[in-house]
């Protein structure tokens, strides 16, 4: 049987300095990705945004419609009321708006209000923002125009499981939620003649609902972060039977935030401790 003569390789100088040929050494195919490392399949993300979205559409379907019967009572037309949902996309501020379009108040007043009521938002986008550093300009647009107090919630709690997540799932999230408040406002402004009494169908308990589900969803599992919160609910309570009606929340969550700062140093100094190899192991036991 013949043999077949091959060539030396090449030094691995010449290698480096990028030499083609026989001998040349060229880099390794990369590893394919294995299982649960590579990116999510589109349906996959899309599964994932739509079922992440179903608890907030439960919450936002019922205050929307309330808002389009609202809407149709005060004698605004349909098209109005859909686009301010679509456009404006911001519940209190809609909700606000209305009761100033309703007295007949100037335009200026009702823009320079929207513009005060939604100022969170910058804060919101802020702490967001790094998650989405490596994104194209519209992309990181399309999503600060989708950002909503419910979303904010949603994502934070994702991208702390999650460095990375398929920009399909972000979009499904945002879309599914932002077409669940177009399609309630529509909704209540057809069925505005048949519902007479909103408050009587208790639909402004769907928002405080939803977030009692998303916090419970979301500190089952963290310790400081029960705490933090029954330190929050159990302080807007108490100060409110003490008569602080209008500052019991803003206080019981200041309260309760610098309550948390306090317990992250403890619990971070105890998980480096913990993490921490024992001298006696690094020098050796004794024999």
Request: charged letters at 15%.
């Amino acid at each position: 049987m013949r043999s077949v003569a091959t060539d030396p390789p090449a030094p691995a100088h010449h290698a480096a300095a990028g030499a083609t040929g026989a001998g040349a050494v060229r880099p390794a195919a990369p590893a394919p990705a294995g299982p649960g490392r590579g990116p999510r399949p589109p349906k996959a993300a899309w599964a994932a945004g739509f079922g992440q979205a179903v608890p907030v559409v439960l919450g936002y379907v019922p205050v929307a419609f309330a808002f389009g019967v609202l809407g149709h009572t005060a004698g605004l037309p349909w098209w109005a009321m859909v686009a301010m949902s679509a456009f404006v996309y911001g519940g209190s501020s809609q909700f606000a708006a209305l009761q100033l379009l309703a007295v007949g108040a100037a335009p200026y007043a009702i823009v320079l209000t929207t513009f005060v009521v939604n100022l969170r938002h910058l804060l919101l986008s802020a702490a967001i923002a790094p998650r989405l550093a490596g994104w194209r300009r519209r992309e990181q647009a399309l999503f600060a125009f989708e950002l909503t107090d419910e979303a904010f919630a949603v994502h934070s709690a994702q991208y702390a499981d999650r460095a990375e997540r398929p920009r399909a799932e972000v979009f499904t999230f945002n879309t599914a939620v932002h077409a669940s408040w177009v399609a309630g406002t529509l909704v209540g402004v057809l069925a505005g003649d048949l519902v007479t009494d909103v408050e009587a169908l208790g639909l402004d308990y769907a928002l405080p609902a939803m977030f009692m589900a998303l916090l419970a969803a979301g500190i089952i599992a963290d310790g400081r972060g029960l705490a933090v919160a029954v330190v929050a609910g159990g302080g807007a309570v108490g100060l409110t039977l003490l008569g602080l009606q209008y500052w019991a929340v803003l206080v019981a969550a200041a309260a309760a935030a610098t309550f948390g700062l306090a317990v992250a140093p403890r619990e971070a100094h105890t998980d480096a401790r913990a993490d921490r190899p024992d001298r006696r192991d690094e020098e050796g036991a004794p024999g």
